[in-house]
């Protein structure tokens, strides 16, 4: 058996593609296969992390040696030789997994320099200042990335050096000056680790593999991958690349850029570049970097180069393409390529335009389009109208708006977010470690850094809005104070961020719902012609409705009577319905509730004119009206709501239950339902469809029964055309479904509940308690109150489908839980042959995309979300 193989060099090809050399890995083969050009290297696979971790931390047997093969055949290409004092070879170690996870995981550059090779780079390049510059950055990013040492005692001693020379800028010291920071590095890395910087090139290569490695298990990785559901046991590949050199002088730079606005989707060149610098200099916002047109003017040749490159990759990989590239010495290389993270608004735009441009499909465009970023679109915006005082002005690096309480880090910001409070955090610049704050917080300001920082990638990723490069905020950290163009704010502060337009506003600022853009419009249509199932929404009131329609929604999936019961005006006659001491008196209440029930559906049925209409008739317990004991106005309201206390109401007295004890209530619902629906025939001429649904039924008697006193009540009202079924959210009503649906004409499953029956989770209890640990510690991989648990509740779903149909072929089925605008659940419910999910209003858009991909993916085309 041969033995395995862990490295490839880029120029060779590989079967495992991105997932076995990584995202960096493999698109750095793929330029070097273009003709693209590339620095040499080789890529360790993503096979060796995994066998890595696997034994405990121990390098799998025989990576060395082939590291030493591929670094051997890398001297021969550059003619430089690993750890030569004269003329070293320089790599940098990146990492880079299949999925991307920019800022996630660590780099370190100039590998290979020591004392003595420092002095051999200098005298070869006859640039002091460069070897010296290359050397201190080597120090302090082994020392981050190797030795764990905190990053800021470095950038203190920068600082003080900075301070003491007057230099603005780290450009501006001069080579003896870098020399006696080589020093003041080495010096704080021996006070950190109790031993020297080593000098042996081999181990310092050796040692940054295995930090990259375990940088796949830090907590920011960890956070992130939680976030966007990545799996844990990926791993991540290790590049190892020959270093070109950034920080050489004039003739020399580095930068990052787009093929198209990350932020709008606008064709035309995007991105940032900085003369004289390293990479780490622009992603970290170490310095703020220039417009990418600025190389235009200082790298003419360079530029136009490169503008000709960027053409070439967007066309092969017909995607817009996020690109980080060196120029030394007039030369350009390009380092990376990987498909641009960007706003939902660009996605769409871009997707649309490269429709109409011939490079891809409708269906390509609408496969890539993750549903989960059109929620970006739907994000406030800050009212036109509303007189705003506008205090700074920094880079629009993420649209939307936010306002929220300052806070000054990430802890605090998880901390208070978590707690329900709208939360700004505020920053000099975020770093990877500040991920889980930026989760919580409503938006992001930071004094430094560009569009293409840390802050700026991850916010337009998450779609929160995002301001940063504020120049005229200064951050007092440890304080937890900052000022804003003067104005002193402190932790707690109101400000309002626009990071459509970078401005950054004192106090609360109203704020609105955004526009549809007609980019949105296309590509739902387009969606729409492509999917089977039908998307329904979930909503409540006649306002609700329309806004569902307004978003394409086909109908009303779920429309809750309860809620119009708690209505100030209503909730008086439910308790002198409740409290009635018979059936006649509660009658006599229930009929001064038909007028407003009757009236909250003609307009439901109005605004759904046309379309089904999926009405549940009520379902909580009755105490859920009466106040708390305590607040109880006399001895007979205490004495109800004593008689109505249950141990576990969620299993008691409720639903169907309520139905067949109280028919008089179902009877008062179902007149109120037929009333609307001849009002509104003859209001309007537009019948609607109506579906009269029984809450939580488990045995075929009772829904037969309930059917009964829904078909003799609706007769006694007038004819109209409805249908009635039940709501399956029981485990026994999946595994009999077959029972219950001799007596119905349509199932829809209610997921929230049948994911509580069926593992036996109170959700209330759950999410606030161990649901999160399990998650943390990968019990589950996935919350089942937002994913259907497509292995337990999915069976139990499949089996009702299977049992109700052997009844019934044309038993109509749909999915009305949350779980109805999920992705995931909705692929899932297109595979099981239901006819349509439903989901609140604001999620119709990401459920009719999902629904699209579903049937995409059905039919051989993945739903690769495009930067996503």
């Known amino acids: 058996m041969a033995p395995n193989r862990f490295v490839y060099d880029f120029d060779e090809p590989s079967d495992g593609g991105r997932e076995l050399l990584g995202g960096k890995g493999i698109g750095l083969a793929e330029m070097t296969q273009l003709g693209v050009p590339v620095p040499a290297g080789f890529t360790i696979t993503t096979d060796a992390c995994r066998a890595y971790m696997e034994a405990g931390g121990e390098v799998p047997e025989g990576l060395d040696a082939e590291v030493d093969r591929h670094l051997a055949a890398l001297e021969e290409k550059s003619g430089k030789r690993f750890g030569d004092p004269a003329d070293p070879l320089l790599v940098s170690v990146r990492s880079g997994a299949a999925v991307s996870m920019p800022g996630m995981m660590d780099t370190i550059l100039n590998l290979g320099l020591n004392d003595e090779a420092v002095r051999g780079l200098s005298e070869r390049t006859g640039n002091e200042r460069f070897a010296s510059d290359s050397y201190r950055r080597l120090i302090q990013m082994y020392g981050e990335v190797v030795e764990g040492i905190d990053g800021h005692l470095f950038e203190e001693a920068l600082s003080k050096l900075k301070d003491k020379q007057g230099a603005a ?57 939680r976030a966007h559901h990545i799996p844990d046991d990926l791993g991540t590949a290790v590049n190892v690349v020959q270093m070109v050199f950034g920080n050489k002088g004039g003739q020399s730079g580095t930068g990052v850029a787009f093929t198209r606005d990350p932020s709008t989707g606008e064709p035309g060149l995007y991105g940032e570049f900085l003369a004289d610098a ?13 417009p990418i047109t600025a190389m235009q003017k200082a790298l003419p040749e360079a530029f136009e180069e490169f503008t000709e490159t960027m053409r070439r990759l967007e066309e092969h990989y017909c995607d817009m393409q996020d690109i980080e590239f060196t120029v030394e010495d007039g030369r350009l290389y390009l380092l990376q390529t990987r498909s641009a993270k960007r706003t939902a608004a660009a996605a769409l735009k871009a997707a649309v335009d490269m429709v109409d441009e011939g490079l891809i499909a409708r269906e390509d465009a609408v496969a890539r389009i993750d549903p989960g970023q059109l929620d970006q679109l739907l994000h406030p915006m800050i009212d036109p109208s509303a007189d705003v005082e506008v205090v700074a002005q920094g ?40 991920i889980h704050g930026m989760i919580a917080a409503k938006g992001i300001l930071t004094a430094h850094g560009g569009m ?36 002193e704010l402190s932790e707690g502060d109101v400000i309002t961020i626009d990071g459509g337009t970078g401005r950054v506003m004192l106090g609360p600022v109203d704020l609105v719902p955004p526009q549809i853009n007609e980019d949105f419009e296309t590509i739902l249509g387009w969606a729409d012609e492509l999917r089977r199932l039908k998307v329904r929404g979930n909503a409540d009131t006649p306002e609700d409705a329309a806004k569902a329609r307004e978003f394409g929604a086909q109908g009303i999936g779920l429309c809750r009577t309860e809620h119009m019961f708690m209505a100030e005006d209503r909730l008086p006659v439910v308790r002198e319905m409740i409290m009635a001491s018979g059936e006649e008196e509660r009658r006599r209440a229930l009929d001064k509730l038909l007028p407003h029930q009757q009236a909250d559906f003609e307009g439901i049925f109005e605004a759904m004119a046309g379309l089904p209409v999926t009405i549940r008739l009520l379902d909580p317990p009755l105490h859920e009206f009466l106040p708390p004991l305590e607040e109880a106005t006399d001895e007979k309201m205490r004495e109800r709501i004593r008689a109505l206390r249950e141990s576990n109401p969620m299993l008691g007295t409720r639903g169907c239950r309520l139905g067949l004890m109280w028919p008089e209530i179902y009877e008062m619902q179902v007149r109120a339902i037929v009333r609307a629906a001849i009002a509104v025939e003859e209001r309007t001429g537009d019948a609607p469809l109506v579906e009269i649904m029984h809450p939580l039924v488990g045995f075929g008697e009772e829904l037969r029964r309930l059917r009964a006193i829904t078909v003799a009540t609706a007769a006694e009202e007038g004819e109209i055309e409805y249908r009635v079924g039940t709501m399956i959210e029981l485990p026994r009503a999946c595994v009999r479904a077959d029972e219950i649906a001799e007596h119905a004409d349509f199932f829809s499953f209610g997921t929230n509940d049948l994911t509580q029956t069926a593992l036996g989770f109170s959700r ?3 999410e606030g308690k161990f649901l999160t ?24 779903m499949r089996i009702a489908v299977e049992r109700g149909r052997s009844v019934k072929d044309d038993l109509k089925m749909g999915i009305c839980g949350e779980h109805g605008g999920e992705p995931q659940s909705v692929e899932f419910c297109h595979g099981l042959g239901l006819e349509y999910v439903s989901c609140s209003p604001y999620r119709v858009p990401l459920a009719r995309l999902a629904a699209a991909q579903a049937a995409l993916k059905e039919s051989g085309i993945e739903a690769v979300a495009a930067g996503g």
């Open 169 to 225: 800028l780290d450009v501006d010291l001069s080579p003896d000056d870098l020399a006696e920071l080589v020093d003041t590095y080495k010096a704080i890395y021996e006070g950190e680790t109790s031993g020297p910087f080593p000098q042996d090139a081999r181990e310092q290569l050796s040692r940054a593999v295995r930090a990259v490695f375990e940088s796949w298990d830090n907590p920011r990785a960890q956070v992130y991958r």
């Open 278 to 290: 390293q990479g780490e200099d622009v992603v970290a916002g170490i310095r703020t970097p220039e």
């Open 395 to 434: 880079l629009n690096a993420s649209p939307g708006a936010a306002s929220g309480k300052i806070v000054f880090d990430a802890d605090t910001a998880a901390e208070k977010g978590s707690a329900g409070e709208n939360v700004i955090l505020v920053r000099w610049e975020t770093t990877p470690d500040d």
């Open 452 to 487: 293409t920082s840390h802050a700026a990638v991850v916010a337009r990723g998450m779609g929160k809005p995002c301001v940063a490069g504020c120049e005229a905020l200064s951050v007092d950290h440890a304080a937890k104070k900052a000022s804003l163009n003067g104005n």
């Open 764 to 766: 209330d209890d759950a």
């Open 773 to 796: 640990r399990y998650l943390e510690d990968g019990v589950l991989e996935r919350n089942p109150f937002e994913t259907i648990d497509q292995g337990g509740v999915g069976d139990l």
